[in-house]
Structure formats: structure tokens, C-alpha cells
């Protein structure tokens, strides 16, 4: 039926209106509950206005009320796709603190856990990345792979996805003694594994044109908006705070930085394939060099950090994952501040989204890599 | 350049602006007056200091004052800042630094939101992680809400 004829004439005589369309909370590519406002003109994205704090339970105020141990289990769920690194993260924070040392043997198992768990991040995002652009093999793949490592996680702490396992001062149990022999086996098993995410995502054509020049950040911009992590890396600045700003023993290690040039979706894709690789290389090195001997150093019975303030920051697999604690001398921090690398690398979306199409918005945002527990703290 | 010099730079120019600093091993650390935050931040900026790491907000209570922390690096060289604000709670208003560093938006929408500092030229201060009809600022050590329920150990 055609519509009466008034309202046609008008219509061809009007510009196309843009409109406002709500992408989220509930859209299957947030991975998790993110609200994108996107202003349309037909197909193309012309403003991006990101909406979070749907996960928001204040992370920081229930900091306040526990004492420094406690925390612990809480940061598992800051960024739930890599606890490990949380973890790893604020405890290094407390004892820098502290100043406490860790023993030789804990500070190996804290990197080889951070490296494995920096792999096991990377391949869920690679996974759910070619599910976002339609590549179900890859996703299948890649989850076959991360559930090997969160079998070899589960033989150390006891968990599959929030472990805990980091303490102030060490570790709190010693590998198990199958550990060592199936790490080994597990990377021998997944090294041949990378070639065939090539084959099915890195040399794909229809891959490459669809990612390729979408959504470009430049280095000018990343350092305004404080990008970190692989986003960074993929315009082309070589930084990592592993290499950078060396915490725990990373100085010890030979591994390489890749970095990108463009800083498109295609360069963020081709860094974190590659720093899977050279993950692989640490944690080799690591249990080549992994001593014997205490795993926990003198740590006093009560957590009381002298009166102070630090700015503590590791390299997460999202990138620089910083605690702020305002200590007043007593067992619960004054203050205790997460600056996770996803709220700020999401911020330059509004940048970096608008002048593509609705379906590209898709491949932008999985990119970013966020992970929605962290943004909303 | 180092964080003697770094001090030495920022004193020399503003005076009695920095209330108080100290080296702590590769950070220069700076307590400074409200009046002149926005010129030293920009001053800062202007010695290579690019990257806004971090700005965090704290209620010190105590005396009756928030702060504002500001963590600033380079990614060339290995020297880092903290810088600090301080505010009187019954006029919580610092300038905004969205124009020198645009991580700072949604940062400070974070500490108005949580902490209810006012950043003044900010383009666009909403809540960002609590919902809009929110009342007060959770992360102030004096807020109170009847569905928070206090911790007492077991």
C-alpha cells in the first residue's frame, strides 16, 4: 500500500534527519552491559556517547572497609578476564608500599602466572573478536586453548577464573609438582596452535579488508587520552611498562614489543596475535630459571603500611593498570584508587567512532577490548 | 630531566604556590595552591609531562578539605609527578584540565561523580558511573545511605 501523497512529497523534500539509536546495554558486541548512544546519519555513525557504571557496585568504597588482605579477592573481579594481573598488580602496589621484598622463586611464579594468564586474555579476546566479525571457527579455537590454561590455573590455585592467588609478600602455595611438566606440555601443544589462527583470521582476506584503516587512532591523540596497552602499541609507540618501567623481575627477560603504524583495528589485532607469541617466550624463560627456595618473604602478621601515598602501575594485558592507596597507618587503606586501562583506552571512542558504519562500530568497540568490570569498577 | 629539577622549575616560576614538595626516588612530588593548579599543571605539560596517568580524589576529612591527585608522566623519560589539590569541602571548585590532557574527561567526571569535587570549564560534568537521580558522593568518608550496611567482623 502506498502512503498517502502529502506525506511523500514532504518526506523527499525534507534532508534525511539524523537519529539517535541506542546500541546496548544488552547488545550482544559490549560483552558485558555498555550503553553506546550513536548518532546516525543513514547508515554512518556521525557522534558516539558512551553510557557505563551498569556494573558500578563502588569497588573503591568497599576497598575502604577492608583491610589490605581482604582486598585481594575483590581485584579478581575488577578485570575478571586476566585476576591473575589484578592480583599481581595490587599486591605489588602494597609492598612497594611496604617496602617489602619477595623472594627469588615467588617472583617467577608471579610472572610465569601473568604470562600465562596474559595469553589466556588475548585468546578470549581474539575468540569473541572473530565471533563480533562473524568467524565462529576462531572462537571455538580459541577457547579450546584458554581452557588448557585455566586447567593448568586450577591445578595451582584451585580456581578457574577468580584465583586470589597472589599475596602480599609471596605466594601462598607452591606449585604443584605436576605443574612444571604441564606447562611445558601445554606450550609445546599451543605454540603450532598460533600458526592456525593465521590461517584462519590474520591471512584471511575478507579478515583483512574489513579491519583494515577502520577506526584510526594516532599517536598524538593516544597520549591525550592516555591509550595503554596494545591500543598504544598499535600507533606506533613502543611502550610497555614491562620493558619501560620494569616491575618484579621483567627486566631479567628477552622478549620483543611488537608495535603497529597505522592504530587501526588491523594493527590492534596483528599486536596482541603477536605478543601471545612472545608471552610464550617468558614463561619458557621462566620456568628454564624457575629456583627453588621460599616462596613467601617476611611479611609482618598484621598488614599496616607506614603513613603514605603510591602510584603503583603494571602492564595488564589491557594495558597500564594502576593502584592509587592513601595508606593512614592503620589496616585499611585511607584511600585505595584502581585506574583501570579500559575506562580510559573506551574514552577515545567517541574519538575514534564516528565516520563508520554501524557495523564497524562493532569491530572499533571489540578492539578496545573491554572489559566491563573494570570500567565500571 | 630529573625530579630535583622538575621542582626546582616549578618553584622558581610560581613560588608560593608549591606549598610543599619532596623527591621520592624518580617522582617529584608537589602540594600545591588551588589559585595557581591550572598554571603548574599547564606549566608541567609544557616540560614533556603528556600523559596524565591517573587523577584521583580523597577526602581528607580531617581538615575539612578534598584533594585532587594528579599522576603525571612522559613517555620519554622516566620521571614521573604527583602533583596534589587541595580544596575546601564547602567550595569543592578546581579548573578543569580537559583542555591539557583530554584523559582528564572522564576522570574528573569520575571524581565529581564519586567524590563530588566541581571541575570547573569541564565540557561536560555528569555522573559517569552512578545513575543520574543519584544523591551525594559514595566515596566521601561522611556518606550515608540507609541500604549500606556497615562491616562488622564476625
Redesign the interface.
Known sequence: MNPPETVVTEHLQETMEEMYVNMGPQHPSTHGVLRLMLKLDGEEVTAVIPY??YL?R?H??IG???TYIQIIPYTDRLDYLASMYNNFGYVLAVERLMGLQVPERAEYMRVILAELQRIASHLIWMGTFGLDLGNFTIFMYCFREREKILDLFESVSGQRLNYSFYRIGGMPMDFPMTFLTDCKAFLEWFKPRLPEYDAVMTDNIIFQKRVQGLGKLDQK?A????ISGPMLRASG?K?DLRR??PYSIYDRFDFDIPVGSAGDVWDRYMVRRIEMAESVKIVEQGLRALPPGEIMGKVPKKIKPPVG?I?S?VESPRG?L?F?I?SDGSEKP??Y?V?APT??NL?VLP?IGPGHLIADMVAILGSIDIVLGEV?? | MTPEEVIQAIGSQFGEAVKASEVKGVEARMDIDRGKGYEILAGLKGMGFDYLNCLSSVDRIASGELEAVYNLSSLREATKVLVRVRVPREDPVIRSVVSLWSTADWHEREAYDLMGIHFDGHPDLRRILTSEDWVGHPLRKDYQDERLVPYEPA
Open positions: 557505563i557504571g558500578h563502588c573503591e568504597k575502604e572497609n577492608r591523540t597520549i591525550d587520552y592516555a609507540i611502550w619501560n618501567d601515598d602510584y602501575r597500564e594502576g592509587y592513601v585511607y584511600r584508587k585506574r575506562f580510559v574514552s574519538v565500571d569498577r
